[in-house]
């Protein structure tokens, strides 16, 4: 029996090592190319997905349902449109089953913040950056 010296042994390994990292990086191990990169969420999508989530939780009557809009991470305005849209579909499980109210909960949900762009809108007293009101004119603050 012949013994390979240690230095064959080292290569051997060493090559082998060298063949599974550029498979690797190759490719051969990434993920597939039809599956497509990921793209950052807008505040429709954002929106459209929660609605979608916690009208679907009210249905399946969770225990989860009956977090406040805050708890449920909602904005006022996006807890408008999951009170709408859970009433439509509450009829429509009635009509037609859960599967087809689920379907109309994502539907509506998709189409109400897409209109309202998201409804980000938190309270009566929010506005955006560019509608804030800066305080002008008037006395100023006396030093203390």
Request: glycine share 8%; with cysteine; proline share 8%.
């Amino acid at each position: 029996m012949t013994r390979r010296p240690k230095t064959t042994t080292a290569r051997t390994a060493y090559a082998a090592a060298l063949a599974v990292c550029v498979l690797a990086l190759s490719g051969g191990c990434g993920r597939a190319p039809e599956e497509p990169a990921p793209r950052a969420s807008s505040p429709a999508d954002i929106c459209a997905n929660l609605v979608s989530y916690w009208v679907k939780e009210a249905l399946k009557g969770s225990k989860w349902a009956g977090l406040d809009w805050e708890q449920k991470g909602l904005s006022n305005e996006q807890y408008g449109i999951h009170d709408e849209v859970l009433l439509l579909a509450r009829a429509e499980e009635r009509r037609a089953g859960r599967e087809a109210a689920f379907a109309l909960a994502d539907r509506e949900s998709r189409r109400r913040c897409e209109d309202a762009k998201g409804a980000t809108g938190s309270s009566e007293n929010w506005r955006p950056p560019s509608e804030q009101r800066v305080p002008t004119g008037g006395p100023s603050p006396s030093p203390s």
